[in-house]
Structures are given as C-alpha cells and as structure tokens.
C-alpha cells in the first residue's frame, strides 16, 4: 500500500472514509490471483459457472438498499437513483449468468474432417471505470467477462470506489472462487496503467475520458491487447416542428440533468427546428425550474451535487464569457458542490459550450432550419454516444436516425441503457461495445480446431 486517498460525500464537503493506494507490487499479487483463479474458473462446468453468478446477482438483490446508500454517501446520487442503479447490477449478472450455456462455436463444414471453433476466455480482463456510475458501469464489464470464464481485476474511480469495494466482497461472500474478481484501489496512473502494462491482463475495458482513452488505447496497442473504450459524449436531442413538443420539452431536463449532468449520455445540446423554436423554450422553462435539486437521501429528489469541487470549477468555467444563460434551475446554497440546471444559448454551434463535454447540468439549446440541418449540427462534435429525435413522421424518424453517427439513439424517447440491447459510441465516444445479447463473446477469441477424420 502507498497511503491513502480521502472521499468526500459531495452533498455536504465532509470527509467519509480513507481507501488505500494499490502499489505496483499488491496490483501485480492481485493479477497473479487472478490467473490462478480463472484456471480454475474456466475450467468449471458452464452451469456451474451460471449457478455461481446467479449466487453472486441474489447477494447484490438482498444488498441494494446498503449499496444504495453508499452510493448516495458517496456519490451524492439521489436514493431513487441509487436503488435503481444496485438493482440494474443485479439484473445484468442475472442476465449475464444466461450467457455461459450459450457460448456456442461452430461447425464448419470441411474436407478430411471436422472443423469447430470454440470461444476462449482471454484469461484475466482488467476493468477501469470512472465516477459517474461508478456500480453499473462496472458491472457492465465484470457480468459478461466472468460468464465468459475469465477473471476480473476492477479498478474504480478515486473519488467513488466504496460501492464497487462492497460488490468485492459480496462476490466473495457469495461463494465466488477467491481471486476470480478482485477490486484494486488506486489511482490511474498506477493500477489503470498497470493493467495496461501487465502482460497477464489480456483485455482492458476503460470507460472515461476520450483523453485518458487515448492513452490506454496506445498503451494497450504497444502490448497488443484488445480494449473497449466508452468515452465522452455531446448528444443532440433534435426536437421538429412536427414532434410532440409537450412531450419533448417535458422530458428534455431529465435527458441532460438526471445524474447533475454527469452522464456520458446527456443530451446536452437540444436541437430545435427555427419555426418553434420559442414555443419550445416557453415550455423546456417551467419544465426546468420543477426540476428537484436537493439532499439526495430523499425520496422525490431528481438531481444531487456534483461530484467534488474541482468538477464544480470544470463546469463553472464554461459559462465564463460568451455563454447567454437563458434560464436557471433551484438548488441549495451551502455546503457541497451543488450547481443549478442551466440552460445556454450559444452564438454558434462551433461555440465550446456547443461543442465540448460539460459533464455538468448545463444545455446549450440551438436552432436548425430542415432535417439536413438537423443532422449535420447533431453530427457536428467530435463524438457520437447517444442522441434522441422527436417527430411524429415516420419516413424522417428513420433517415434521421440513420443519418446520426452516434451508437445509441432514441426516437420520442430519451433512453439509452437497456442491459440487454447494445451500448457504446461512434468517433470519439468509444470503441468496442457492451451489453445487448454479444457481450459475453466479447470476453473470448475465437480459436479453430481441425479434426482429421480420415482412416489413412
Ligand atoms: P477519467 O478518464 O479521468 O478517469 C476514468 C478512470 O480512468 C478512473 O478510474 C481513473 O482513475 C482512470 N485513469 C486515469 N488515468 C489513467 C491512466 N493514465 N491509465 C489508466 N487509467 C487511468 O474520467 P472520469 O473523469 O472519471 O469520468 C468522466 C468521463 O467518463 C467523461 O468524459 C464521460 O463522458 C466518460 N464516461 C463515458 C461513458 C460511456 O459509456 N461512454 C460512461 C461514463 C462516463
């Protein structure tokens, strides 16, 4: 261990508890537990495997309500949140759990022979994560790798790693095999690059920043590894004049707001055709000002702080200067790093409130004229994670969803994340994708075996 880190709970500023700094050497223990564990792990019946995951997504289920309450102490996410983010982790083991008895190769026919292929498991698959939902993205990766027969080393975020500690120790508690899936805290810089420099890790899955992406895509193209990234994201929500506009500006706060505005897939510019473009202001206002900000341990809170004061800075500094402030949200004054729902009218799309990850509960709201300049602003960023459309016609619905380069989109609706259909980004919002139906097999090679079946 090499010291400590402090967490903070970010809707009071008070200390919570230390966590220790992994050093190289325990990291590199943790690894070679792991490599002993999945031996033995891949090698265990494929119900077997299923049976032990099921074990593992009861233990999360008879756990929410204290894993909920962890992540509103240390998140600052509101408890209705919370809950639902430890049921969604139960839910995708479950789902996962399915996955063993179902990694089925191929026969494929040939001359002299058979021929088949098998999905392998990597080995041990080396997970970072960020801070935003610190539980659901990471069981977006743990689930799928471990059905898959590999073993797990997780690293959390600094500033959020107490719910993915507890998942830790629930495994274990839930009879996984010691070592199979390890929870290494640290800093990035230290356990992520290890996991990227260790030749024993095989996979990396790293969701944050496209910045740090970058560089653990280059350190892991050097070792020659695999990785899927999830990165940043600047989604356009893209309202038409034939859309339901009730519906859009009703539902546009929660689209960019849930989470503060920490979610990679806010829709954090609304495109709204030119003709209604004040009616849609007239309604997104009242919409906006209702929007529930306050201590996150309530029931009917919709929207907490941000993560910690340096983050506050971050989305400070985007309204400094040219940024016209439309309208403003609530929240509370005090301690902790609270900011209010804010809604912006750039000058230009090109401006960098139009242009740049906030991470925070501000919008820029622009206007379009017709559905090609709809889709060229919406493609005008250098991401693609999400995005939604409103419109009642359906011939646009689908050229416009279509004509998007982002890789989950929603059309008169704002969801983006079901465990069971695919998730990721286009450009510089990611590579690679999780969740849907494939996950699992994204955790193996495929390896092809030749059997001679001639008497000679
Ligand atoms: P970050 O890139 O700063 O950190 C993410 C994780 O990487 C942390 O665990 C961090 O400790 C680790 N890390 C930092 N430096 C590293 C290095 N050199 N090598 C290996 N690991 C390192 O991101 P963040 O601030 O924690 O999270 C916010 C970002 O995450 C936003 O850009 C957001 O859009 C993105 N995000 C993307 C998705 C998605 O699915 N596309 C989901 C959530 C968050």
Known sequence: MTGTFTLINPATAEPIREVSRASIAEIDEAIARAVSAQRGWAAQAPGA?????????????????????????????????????????????????????????QQIPVAGGMDVTFHEPYGVVGIIVPWNFPMTIASWGFAPALAAGNAVVLKPAELT????????????????????????????????????????????????????????????????????????GKSANIVFADGDLEKAAASAPGAVFDNAGQDCCARSRILVQRSVFDRFLELFEPAVQAWRVGDPRLELTEMGPLISAAHRDSVSSFLDGAARVAFRGGAPDGPGFWFPPTVVLPDSPRDRIAQDEVFGPVVAVLPFDDEADAIRLANDTIYGLAGSLWTENLGRAVRVARGVKSGVLSVNSHSSVRYWTPFGGMKASGLGRELGPDAAEHFTETKNVFFATDAS
């Open 49 to 105: 495997r299923a049976d032990a995951l099921r074990a593992f997504a009861r233990a999360v289920e008879t756990h929410v309500e204290e894993l909920a309450q962890l992540e509103v102490l240390n998140s600052g996410h509101p408890i209705s949140s919370a809950r639902w983010e430890a049921s969604h982790v139960a839910q995708v083991l479950n789902f996962y759990a399915g996955s063993p008895e179902r990694l089925s190769g």
């Open 161 to 232: 790693s107490l719910t993915a500690v507890r998942l830790g120790a629930l495994a274990r508690e839930a009879g996984l095999p010691d070592g199979l899936f390890q929870v290494v805290t640290g800093s990035g810089s230290v356990v992520g690059e290890r996991f990227v420099s260790h030749p024993d890790v095989r996979k990396v899955v790293f969701t944050g920043s496209t910045e740090v992406g970058v560089s653990v895509a280059a350190g892991c193209a050097q070792a020659l590894k695999p990785v899927t990234l999830e990165l940043g």
